[in-house]
């Protein structure tokens, strides 16, 4: 591990110490220009966060209600269905949700969205939606699972429904648990390389709605990394992105511990 | 051994009888296929403490939870038979459950509060049940404390958290959780197995107080507290009910030999 | 009867209100978790739709092809299990050591939590970081080029976590009860665990890296740049060779859309990734199969 941070951190700054290049360029310039020494890296910050967010947004909850159901609604034969439905969720490999994305997704939006090409964040926050499923419907089900059966009885037998009783009470009680799912749920999806990459467009433009193609950070290094030569201004600022990456993971980490910290 | 004589007197002066609030018939419960209860019948007067005593493992909780339609929470828990309710039957087609609970209120074996404010803990049924604005609820809250004899120790920390009390205090707030929304009837699964016995002595004063306004059905596994509280006694052994009586004629002339062995300390 | 439904119903407005909600919110946790059920059988309906036409055993055990149609898959299956099985020689013996290290002999300090905050950490590291790094290594600075073994080495560094702590959670199943019974016999804390705690953890442990070979075998973006988008042009295309290049079937789905000249590659992606999703399902049945059969043996139940 701690080589893994030594050696990303070396290449990823190299952008700044060798090519002189601002991090500030590097963060907040949606130029990316590397051949004229401006790799504005804005573009595809701003893609991650995006997918990232309505992946969460539209994945999160849903993949919350599914905990909830399984851990306290589901009959047994049910969730005895579901357990290995969502391993196989997990188990399908990325490449095969961005295929599906490509083959199923980008047409549909094209032609009911009024999108021109069907690729961009739209498409990468649906596929990303999907994947980070399993992530969030595991995790908030065993937060809800360690929440004492006496805590519900107790808000059941005062008369209310079983719902007052998930939203009143086992919710709250299980808050540190679904942060962390939600929380694991976004690592997922921010680090997501390639079913991202089939489906978003990889243009390095500032996209201008939901249904423009853009990119991502992750899509990005993909795209360039192939025909990167070592030792170019290019090279280096996928280096860079990568360790911002890393660095977003980590901080995430962290946010993992402390959310569990605060709920002990 | 504990023999008779050792046994603390029930209370003095015999209340005089009253209408049953709830009576059961025939109650059959099942854990898939293991049977539970077997075809226990009880009737409940209104205003007093009922006990429900007997050896662990001998179907009193089975049997309380099914006062109150708790087993419905665990699909593989079948209840058969009759439980009425002021003449109504709790499992008729189309009754409720969630009105069921409402009317007949549950304090568990361990203290569950839930992990918010003391306050919010009292007031929890009431804004369940849809009672709103900060200052009726803070009387309420203040009338269900007083009521449970914990007004005095909590009244300066209402916003604190109720895991921060003891056991005892923490009890005697699920108490309060229960009063607060005016149920008729308040089942108790030995309530004060958990507490030592300072707090099991307030918890047990409470109880004599709250049989004015409620009628009361407690399960415990000790004798002597059943003696101190009930008015009236249920033996229950190995998933039957073998007698139910005044406290005072099963404690000193039980007609069933099974319940003399086991007052005078026969079954451990 | 009538009286008796009337006073347990509902009376005042707020609560119809409440018993309305809980209906509706009820109805949505259950459609929430049918949709995934429909959700998953509609993308094997769909893959198994678009990928059956391309099935053949020329599909399955040809070369691809660089221009012309026509190409198949074979070496690219031979490749993803040649890699799967070098990953899981290198990651089974570290990571076990590692769980048993965690979970036996431990004691809570500054050093355990520094290995676990680590494997944590290594968790979250997305697969596309890790093949950077891998890049940076083995290509690079070692200059193997884009290899099997590269590619096999970072996947390793990418499962490792995960391993370990499916290792964890196996030996943490095993109830304390075995491990004193056979320590009052006189047994050493090792003794103990070769022969009671590890056949106890059997199960679960298998289930464990059968499914993580699953992982293995469809992970992609670590595996661009270190075992490369092209299969080995030595004497053959099934080619042992742990310094050749070695493009794996996920890869070349991905490599398919992006980037081949191929005419039908449409027909190549759907048939590629029919065959991925059949190996996922066939992985984590026989995790299932496996786990079951394991326990029924050792524990008798």
Known sequence: MGALIVYLAYMGLQLFVVDHVSPLTFLFSSNFAPDEKHPGALVFIIGSVTITLFAICVGGPLGVAVGIFLSLLAPKRLAGAMKPAIEILVGIPSVVYGWLGLTLLVPLVREHAGSQTGFGLLTAGIVLSIMILPTVVSLSEDALRAVPVALQEGSMSLGATRWQTIWNVLLPAARGGLTVAVILGIARAIGEALAVQMVIGNSAVLPKGLLAPTAALTTEIVTDMGSAQEGTVLFHSLFSMALLLLLIAMALIFAVRLALRRSA | MITMMSMPAPPDGVLPETAPKMRVENLNVYYGKLQAIKNASLRVPKNRVTALIGPSGCGKSTFVRALNRMHDLNPSVRVEGVVTLDDEDIYAPGVDPVAVRHRIGMVFQRPNPFPKSIFDNVVYGLRIHGARGRRHLMELAERSLRHAALWDEVKDRLNHSALELSGGQQQRLCIARVVAVEPEVIVMDEPASALDPIATSKIEDLIGELKKDYTVVIVTHSMQQAARISDYTAFFLMGDLIETGKTRDIFFKPTDKRTEDYITGRYG | MAAAAASFHVRSAGAVRRRAVNALMTGALWAAALSILVLLAFFVGYILYLGAPAISWHFLTAPPSEVDAGGGIGPEIFNSFYILILTLFFTTPIAMAGGIYLQEYARPGLFTSAVQFCAESLATVPSIVMGLFGLLV??????????????????????????????????????????????????????????????????????????????IFGETAALIFTAGVSVSTGRSAYDFGLFHQAETLSVHLWYTHSESLVPDAARVGNGSALVLLVMVLIFNLSARFIGLGLSRRFMGK
């Open chain 3, 138 to 215: 083995f290509v690079t600075m070692l200059h193997w080029k884009v290899t099997a073994l590269g590619g096999a080495l970072t996947l390793t560094l990418l499962n490792l976590p995960a391993l370990m702590r499916v290792t964890q959670e196996a030996l943490a199943s095993v109830p304390d009860a075995f491990r004193e019974g056979s320590m009052a016999l006189g047994a050493t804390q090792w003794q103990t665990i070769r022969r009671v705690v590890l056949p106890s953890a059997i199960a679960p442990l298998t289930t464990g890296i059968v499914l993580i070979a699953g992982r």
